[in-house]
């Protein structure tokens, strides 16, 4: 709950500590209207739920008790299997530290608490990972209980509240119950894994102790998770801010303002930091150096920390970048949100707007003209939960192949993730989407661009499949499907709640600043590529891709993965499935087609022309001239490569360019897709393990 006004009055006292590695720009006590104006802040985040009942708080507290006696006596339990002597099992000891939201004391309801298991010498990582794990499963209130995939955590629901577990491991023989973390001492003679274990602790305890108010520190980073969770740009995963990065931002601000309460610290916040010169770092304390040989940020030492767009240095050592997922359009985005807010506060405090204002979520699936649809699917829970936190943590990658491309301005994938489309299939799949906007830039001049997505979209399934088989957790029927889809089509893409909610809250205000600069490709069919599983039923014979990477797959046009089509299309379509028939597969199953009533309604905007030529993405020589795949070479997966091989198959390859319009203006655009020649003919390739697609998707930019 927030503190009432009158204790942060109280509080909010002329302070002559020197926090930051810089003066304060002003140390102007509160005014009664910042006053009225915080209450009225409180007021307004209310509703969202970002305030946690005491009842449920003392909840947590109780539930957090639990798991430390159960700590300790796990460690009194090894300690003696272990031949510890008795006088030190006495006082061994261990304890559960908080980190995150919860020990900031901002988390929301029904969020989960990070926690860290701390423990003497004597045990090992492995003892928290097996008996540890043995001995919560005994406990009636866990539930949910299970082992991170790609992160050294238990995660588990303890009387219905989520808790994540790390384990550290420090050189102690007896851990004190008034153990400070913050010791930089703690960290000699700790391997690498207990020391990032510790790093959360670490860096959220020096926040706490870098901030002059504790309350208005709350409150303002409260209200700032809020403002960025609805503006779509919190997920430090996805190339945004976590939240640490913004408890470090508001921190910062606390800083420069010491004396503000929130209302005063919100707009500044938004002040500041909308004209920060980045990549200048933010620092809450000068760097200091341990003497340990652990790597630090530091641009002066390492070559990579240089190109860090928008570095947030974490206060604690080993000194880290926070943002170091930090994308040109993640920035540049999160940029643009900061001069916004700074516009909206500036009403706030004119008493020309209210608070819920700046809460106004933007329509997202308004503001651009394209978008990139993605589709990652498995056929079990478990299955599809690790693979969509995998395909998840590399959609940055796809981001920044999208901004390397010579004709996009930008890329902004949306952080919140949908489920997928249900099909009417008798095999049960999960699968979840996330939507990226795409800016294309103005044309120059009144010839005609190509811009091809293949390459971009390739190399990024490549990546994700290459880092399922290397870490083992691929499973067949695990897939992904990328798509390109205008605006209107989403609806026919996401849930009906996504949708509506977006137009509820839709502002145009801002939004077209964005898209002047772009071509208006409205585009009336759509273009999907079908990355297919490298285990499930792929092509035998394909021909080797022209790519970088050599890598081959298939391609298929989102009418077809509907099942049906306009009729003016329906026969040379056909002949190409019947062909993938022919070879013995079954078809991918694929997301209804987004496009399938603009082109019952406009049939005479797209045809389907039979192509003389053979598409330039396929190689007609022998295989052996082609790359081979960087997997293909690795004697280990020999085995998987042989299966792989054997177990593909091709559906469709289309070659799709976009040409203008004659009815419509000279910037508007159609799709016209053109059938590739028969594939029968082509040579069979060297075993890949990755069936990634290579179809050619190229866009014709007409003035």
Not at 652 to 676: M, Q
Request: proline fraction near 6%; charge should be neutral; include cysteine.
């Amino acid at each position: 709950m927030p503190a009432p006004i009158t204790s942060q009055v109280q509080t909010a006292q002329l302070t002559r500590k020197h926090y930051g590695i810089t003066s304060p720009i002003s140390l102007a006590q509160p005014k009664e209207a910042d006053l009225v104006l915080t209450q009225k802040l409180i007021e307004t985040l209310r509703p969202f739920g970002v305030f946690e009942e005491e009842l449920e708080l003392q909840r947590r507290i109780l539930v957090l008790g639990k798991l430390n006696t159960l700590v300790q006596v796990w460690i009194r339990e090894i300690s003696q299997a272990k031949n510890i002597p008795s006088s030190v099992i006495d006082n061994v000891c261990g304890k559960i530290f908080t980190f995150g939201s919860y020990r900031l004391g901002v988390h929301t309801k029904g969020a989960d608490i990070d926690a860290l298991c701390v423990a003497p010498r004597h045990l090992e990582r492995s003892d928290f990972f097996s008996s540890f794990y043995e001995k919560l499963k005994e406990q009636e209130e866990v539930k949910d209980l299970r082992v991170g995939s790609f992160v050294p955590v238990i995660k588990l629901s303890f009387d219905g509240i989520e808790i994540d577990i790390l384990f550290a491991r420090l050189a102690l023989q007896t851990i004190p119950e008034n153990l400070d973390l913050r010791d930089d001492g703690l960290l000699k003679n700790l391997d690498i894994r207990c020391i990032r274990s510790l790093n959360g602790c670490r860096v959220t305890d020096e926040i706490l102790h870098l901030v002059p108010n504790i309350e208005n520190f709350r409150l303002t980073l409260r209200a700032i998770k809020l403002w960025a969770k609805r503006h779509n740009i919190y997920s430090n995963i996805l190339g945004f801010l976590g939240g640490v990065s913004w408890a470090m931002l508001v921190a910062r601000t606390c800083q420069l303002y010491p004396n503000a309460v929130a209302s005063t610290l919100v707009h500044k916040f938004f002040l500041v930091f909308s004209k920060w010169e980045w990549p200048n770092p933010v620092l809450l304390k000068q760097p200091e150096d341990c003497n340990l040989n652990l790597p630090v940020w530091d641009p002066r030492v390492t070559p990579s920390d240089r190109y860090h767009l928008m570095p947030i240095i974490t206060p604690a050592y080993p000194q880290q970048n926070s943002t170091y997922n930090v994308s040109t359009s993640t920035r540049a985005i999160m940029v643009e949100e900061f001069k916004r807010g700074l516009a909206i506060t500036d009403e706030i405090l004119l008493n020309k707007a209210e608070w819920s204002k700046l809460f106004e979520a933007p329509n997202f699936f308004q503001k651009y003209k394209h978008y990139i649809v993605l589709l990652a699917s498995a056929q079990t829970e478990k299955q599809h939960l690790e693979w969509v936190g995998l395909v998840e943590s590399k959609i940055r990658i796809l981001v920044g192949n999208l901004e390397k491309n010579e004709f996009i301005t930008l890329a902004h994938v949306n952080p919140q993730s949908f489920p997928g489309p249900k099909e009417e299939s008798e095999k049960e799949e999960f699968s979840t989407i996330w939507v990226i906007g795409v800016v294309f830039k103005k044309m120059e001049g009144p010839e005609n661009l190509n811009v091809d997505l293949t390459f971009d979209i390739q190399s990024f399934t490549d990546t994700v499949y290459r880092q399922a088989i290397t870490s083992k957790m691929f499973e067949a029927d695990m897939k992904i499907t990328a798509m390109h889809v205008k605006r209107k089509q989403l609806q026919q893409l996401l849930p009906k709640v996504a949708i509506q909610r977006s137009k509820r809250k839709h502002s145009s205000d801002g939004l077209r600043v964005m898209n002047d600069g772009s071509l208006d490709l409205s585009i009336d069919s759509d273009n999907s590529m079908s990355v297919p599983s490298p285990t499930c039923p792929s092509a035998a014979k394909i021909a080797r891709a022209s790519s970088p990477q050599g890598s081959t797959g298939t391609a298929t046009n989102t009418s077809d993965l509907q099942g049906t089509m306009d009729t003016s299309r329906g026969n040379n379509v056909g002949n190409s499935s019947s062909n993938a028939v022919r070879k013995g597969a079954a078809p991918l199953k694929q997301p209804t087609s987004p496009v399938q009533h603009d082109s019952e309604k406009k049939p005479e905007v797209d045809s389907v022309q039979q192509n003389p030529h053979p598409s330039p993405c396929l190689s007609a020589g022998p295989a052996s001239k082609s790359p081979a795949s960087p997997l293909g070479n690795e004697t280990s997966e020999k085995a998987k490569v042989e299966e792989v091989r054997q177990r593909s198959h091709v559906e469709c390859f289309l070659n799709v360019e976009v040409v203008p319009s004659e009815g419509e203006s000279k910037t508007e655009t159609e799709l016209t897709i053109a059938s590739n020649t028969d594939l029968s003919d082509v040579p069979i390739l060297p075993a890949n393990p990755i069936a990634v697609v290579k179809n050619s998707i190229k866009l014709r930019l007409s003035r």
